[in-house]
């Protein structure tokens, strides 16, 4: 049996389990990367590295330091506060979420700003007396638009200009992604908070991090909780010395202050790590590997070749490419995803005789769109841990963003960089 049919039946039963849901879905996952493994297309190493990541040690240091928002009882005032301004409404406090999540993750770690976000996020939900999984969805949305709209909004931006240069193309500037960026999170953000939130139920589902009793407001541990998540947030949004001081080393020697000046005890603050979405988002690396060293990616990409033909219209290559990587970025992460398609996207564009960049930017957005399933990128597996929402409702609500998405690319590429 071929490597490439090994991983479709992989895929196949896991998003059929994913659905059906018979057990936890972290099992699932799991499940999925020893699959790979016993198949021979990753090592043992390949599965536990995943659970040995920079990012996990990152979404445990924001854990702990978001937590320490709720015991030191800061989080309630901040959320009856803005929920004056926001009025008892749903659709405002996501309207306002996905705002700032937008900006925000325009210049830092889309993770970073989603761990140091949903405190406040579900404070205010439930101050205003609703579930914050809705909220919480939007908060994933605005990180995934925000990333959009710089050059450094997102890691796989940055690839894909090193993979532009490889390929003897100069690289984008570091606004150039902005104007279709600002049309993804206009058109994204009218779309959830007018339709997309619609589509979700509320699960009634509160974080780990929020399940502690009702502090009283400590203002020494609030000074403390509060200074700190800032500290973070500036080295996570400007960072000098990135070799030096990582986000996850920031977000580590937070969570060590925290415990260390007693805002939390050692067992609060394991207490308010979520270990499923840790376990998920460990196995999404493990099978995203799996998926990359069966060769599915060359498969789809010489089905794309067929497909365009000879002589293809740049319009029929820019919605084909788009499609595609769209789709392998669903099973794979967007990174390999891009360092895959760009260098036959930039090879058709220069074969028909058209300006290889707008085809390059297609690339770019596709790979990024991450919408669609649960494991498409780590921080849809954190929002699954947060809001307990199941397969079917990420597909409901991210297959239209996608669509959203592509309708933002072929709309503004002949206004910015026509073929």
């Known amino acids: 049996m071929s490597p490439v049919l090994i991983a479709l039946i992989i895929i196949a039963v896991m998003i059929a389990l994913f659905i059906w ?169 009218l779309y959830f908070v007018l339709i997309g939130r619609k589509l979700l139920p509320d699960t009634g589902y509160v974080p780990e991090f929020a399940k502690t009793e009702k502090k009283q407001l400590d203002k020494r541990k609030a000074i403390i909780s509060v200074a700190t998540l800032f500290a973070v947030l500036v080295v996570i949004a400007w960072n000098p010395l990135p070799k030096l001081v990582p986000m996850w080393v920031a977000a580590i020697i937070g969570a060590l202050i925290i415990i260390a000046t007693r805002v939390m005890t050692l067992k609060d603050a394991i207490a308010a790590i979520d270990w499923n979405c840790m376990l998920l988002v460990g196995s999404l690396s493990a099978i995203s590997l799996g998926v990359k060293n069966s060769g599915l990616g060359d498969e789809v990409a010489n089905v794309i070749l067929k497909i365009l033909g000879d002589n293809p219209s740049p319009f029929l290559v820019t919605t084909v490419i788009f499609f595609a990587a769209s789709l392998l970025t669903q099973v794979m992460s967007n990174i390999p995803t891009i360092m895959l398609f760009m260098p036959i996207a930039i090879s058709i564009a220069t074969k028909i005789g058209v300006n290889p960049y707008p085809i390059a930017m297609t690339i770019t957005l596709a790979g990024a769109a991450s919408y669609g399933t649960p494991f498409a990128a780590p921080q849809n597996m954190i929002t699954v841990g947060w809001t307990h929402y199941k397969f079917l409702d990420f597909i409901k609500i991210g297959i239209p963003m996608v669509l959203i998405t592509y309708i933002a690319v072929v709309g503004l590429i002949p206004i910015f960089l026509p073929y």
């Open 21 to 189: 849901e018979p057990w936890p879905i972290v099992v699932t996952g799991i499940a999925a990367s020893i699959a790979f493994c016993w198949t021979g297309l990753i090592t043992l190493s390949d599965v536990l590295a995943g659970y040995n990541s920079t990012t996990i040690a990152l979404l445990c240091g924001m854990m702990v330091v978001g937590a320490s928002l709720f015991h030191a009882g800061i989080t309630e005032r901040i959320g009856e506060a803005m929920v004056k301004i926001t009025g008892k409404n749903e659709r405002n406090i996501i309207l306002v979420t996905l705002i700032v999540s937008c900006l925000l993750s325009a210049v830092c770690s889309n993770i970073g700003v989603m761990t140091a976000m949903a405190p406040l996020v579900t404070a205010m939900c439930l101050a205003a007396g609703f579930g914050p999984s809705r909220a919480l969805m939007a908060l994933l949305f605005g990180a995934q638009f925000g990333g959009f709209v710089t050059l450094v909004g997102v890691g796989s931006n940055a690839t894909a200009n090193e993979v532009m240069a490889q390929n003897g193309l100069e690289g984008f500037g570091f606004f150039s992604i902005t104007p279709f960026g600002i049309g993804v999170c206009i058109l994204g953000t």
